[in-house]
């Protein structure tokens, strides 16, 4: 609660009176609270380098933001084979459980910006969403069965997951132009293989250019 008091003359002339109010400003503190995890998560992501380390950085960040034990997250390739991932990091040899991959493979069909809450195992719950709504990749937060997961919960993780989606469209698409950039320049390279005789050097363009080479 935040309280301010004022004073002021008393209708009958006689004295002051003295008015106290309260206001409660725990909607501001929460929203203040939300903005400055998701200015942290951002800079997390904004340091990660390829696109499974973003998605332990943002595992790992979810995690500590909704005070979880466990956040795993799948990224399905071209073949239907998902690479799963996640916070704490998995021991090698060790995969997700059975109820987990259930989640995430049910999560990732729905809508971009969906968030569920669906049952795990031992009574525990989990928190899940789609990250591209393309069924590509997903999201799930485990929690115990003593531990109900509140709106408030639920607001921030929608919040994260939302930002995070949207920072691997732009690595998606940035790994795409570069996988293009790439096998055109190496479409326009000297073959590895020369007759005998012949050698081949690549150097970057010098100034003005600074591309290709």
């Known amino acids: 609660l935040a309280c301010s008091s004022a004073s002021l003359p008393s209708p009958d002339g006689r004295g002051r009176l003295f008015v106290g109010t309260a206001r409660d400003v725990t909607a ?3 929203a203040g609270q939300r903005e400055a995890t998701l200015a942290g998560f951002a800079a997390a992501l904004a340091a990660a380098g390829e696109i499974s380390e973003m998605l332990t950085t943002a595992a790992r ?3 500590a933001a909704v005070h979880t034990s466990q956040v795993t997250t799948a990224l399905w390739s071209s073949n239907g084979n998902p690479a799963i991932t996640g916070w ?3 021991a090698p040899g060790q995969g997700a459980s ?3 991959l259930e989640v995430l493979d049910a999560i990732r069909y729905e809508p971009a910006a969906t968030v569920a809450v669906l049952p795990g195992e031992e009574g525990t719950c989990l928190l899940a969403a789609p990250l591209d709504g393309t069924g590509s990749s997903a999201i799930a937060a485990q929690f115990p069965a003593d531990r109900p997961v ?3 919960v639920r607001e921030l993780f929608s919040i994260l997951t939302s930002h995070l989606a949207q920072v691997l469209a732009k690595a998606r698409d940035y790994e ?3 996988a293009v950039a790439l096998t055109l320049q190496h479409a326009i390279l000297a073959p590895t293989e ?3 005789g012949f050698a081949a050097r690549y150097t970057p363009a010098v ?3 600074e591309v290709g080479g």
Do not use: G
Request: no cysteine.
């Open 61 to 63: 960040e979810i995690a």
């Open 150 to 152: 509140t709106a408030e």
């Open 207 to 209: 100034p003005p250019l």
């Open 28 to 30: 501001d503190r929460v």
């Open 176 to 178: 795409q132009a570069r």
């Open 194 to 196: 020369l007759p005998h």
């Open 88 to 90: 704490p990091r998995l």
């Open 98 to 100: 059975a109820a987990v």
